[in-house]
């Protein structure tokens, strides 16, 4: 067996030990012994144990598993074979990154304010397949996924009012930014539910390594 140092966490830190197969965790050093978790991860860390939000997250939670099974599954991607959500944020991202590059170009803010509508249609149906997904999760994984929720339901609300503001003739950068910043902090919390966390990932002993 290779005497690759590798790492493991160990209440909150990441011990390097030469037994174990490694992590792959670009932050970890493998000169040091002990590795403190970006701060990032330790915020994040956090709201899985905040139990502040619970019932309105149960509330939440009822409605969706309300909805018909059929309109569930569609919704999920039972059909495709794998989730939905993380193909359908693409198009509302995109057009919404996309609509701040032109903002910083003369003459284009016909196309921006036509991308900022794109992006707003095109998040309702990626919102509908979230909260499916959402509401299958643990109580941690929830906790972090309504926050995550939240951002991106705040993002979706500046970048309509950013629209309506574009129609009337008015300028609607700063709500675009406003609204680009909080899907990044959004993104960074679902990397977390699905990269640290393991949300919707499939475990597959048949296919190889």
């Known amino acids: 067996m290779s005497n690759r140092p590798v790492r493991v966490r160990t209440a909150g830190a990441v011990t390097s030990t030469p037994e174990t197969p490694a992590s792959g965790e670009p932050w970890a050093d493998p000169g040091r012994s002990a590795v403190p978790e970006p701060l990032p991860y330790r915020l ?102 309504g926050v995550h929720a939240m951002a991106n339901t705040a993002a979706l609300a500046l970048y309509s009012l950013s629209w309506l503001r574009r129609r009337r003739g008015a300028s609607g950068v700063l709500p675009a930014l406003l609204g ?14 699905t990269y640290r966390r393991g949300v919707g990932v499939e475990s597959r002993p048949d296919l190889p390594a």
Do not use: F
């Not at 016909?110 to 299958?136: E, K, Q």
């Not at 680009?180 to 539910?193: C, D, Q, R, T």
């Open 180 to 193: 680009l910043g909080l899907i990044s902090a959004g993104g960074y919390l679902g990397g977390h539910m």
């Open 44 to 145: 994040t860390a956090r709201i899985e144990t905040w139990p502040a939000l619970d019932g309105a997250l149960d509330a939440v939670s009822e409605r969706v598993r309300a909805v018909p099974k059929a309109l569930r599954d569609a919704l999920h991607g039972k059909q495709a074979g794998h989730p939905l959500h993380p193909v359908a944020v693409l198009l509302p991202t995109g057009a919404w990154m996309s609509a701040s590059v032109l903002d910083a170009v003369p003459g284009t803010g016909r196309a921006a304010r036509t991308l900022v509508g794109v992006g707003v249609l095109a998040a309702l149906p990626a919102v509908a397949a979230g909260l499916v997904d959402w509401s299958m999760q643990r109580r941690d994984q929830q906790r972090v996924g």
